[in-house]
């Protein structure tokens, strides 16, 4: 079945470092893709999308394009910054019409001033 | 701006007993998700609604699950006899459409069975 993959965390930076959170997927089509963000004691929000291949997602400073060669939607950002420690999430949407998202496991971050 | 919003942020049952779980979804949108997430692990689908029925459903969503949206607004997850199991963060979630739309969530409901 159709499932997502990120690399293991915390991710621990410094404020002003480069963050890559990797994402992988496998699934049947092309499904839209999805990060979302999740602070401290919140729900869960969406960072940015994709939802075909080579498409950019972009917001507040991140990235990720989806890759269809090697399934993968990999989070970026240039300049991190201590407002960005939360946990990641990458998700996809099943092709199954019904709007349900797969999530993987999540990714902390930890930016250090 | 509108917001999922999610009653009670924190539920603590005895385990055989049954739980429901409240959310208002944003008033405009037409589909409505649960997941879940236990401690450490991954958010799991666990059901979808959309025109008052049931859309899709997961293996987790078994008999003791049930979902309804009792008056146009409220949208609720019930679970009819909690197991140690069930102990979890439950999200609600709405969209104004499927696929590749934005689901917005809520801050979640924290259940605690003992």
């Known amino acids: 079945g159709d499932s997502v993959t990120q690399m293991e965390g915390p991710v621990t930076l410094s404020e002003e470092a480069f963050l890559t959170i990797n994402c992988t997927y496998t699934?049947?089509?092309?499904?839209?893709l999805f990060w979302y963000v999740q602070y401290p004691g919140e729900g869960l929000q969406l960072l940015l999308k994709?939802?075909?291949?080579?498409d950019k997602g972009s917001n507040k400073g991140f990235e990720a394009t989806y890759r269809k060669e090697t399934t993968s939607f990999h989070l970026e950002k240039g300049s991190v910054q201590v407002s960005d420690s939360a946990v990641y999430f990458c998700?996809?949407?099943?092709?199954?019409?019904?709007?349900?998202?797969?999530f993987g496991q999540g990714t902390t971050l930890q930016v250090k001033p | 701006e509108p917001e999922v919003t999610q009653t009670p942020s924190h539920q603590v049952t005895q385990m055989g007993q049954e739980v429901i779980l409240r959310c208002v979804p944003i008033?405009?949108?037409?589909?409505f998700y649960w997941y879940r997430q236990i401690l450490g692990q991954k958010v799991e689908f666990l059901v979808s609604?959309?025109?008052?029925?049931?859309?899709?459903k997961s293996e987790i969503f078994d008999d003791q699950f049930s979902v309804e949206r009792p008056d146009g607004s409220n949208f609720t997850l019930k679970i009819r006899s909690t197991k140690l199991e069930d102990s979890a963060m439950y999200f609600c979630a709405s969209s104004l459409n499927n696929e590749a739309d934005t689901q917005y969530f809520g801050p979640g409901t924290r259940l605690t069975v003992l």
């Open positions: 699934a049947t089509g092309y499904p839209s």
């Open positions: 994709a939802t075909k291949a080579d």
């Open positions: 008033s405009n949108h037409l589909y």
């Open positions: 609604f959309y025109n008052n029925e049931i859309s899709e």
């Open positions: 998700a996809l949407s099943a092709l199954s019409n019904t709007g349900k998202l797969i």
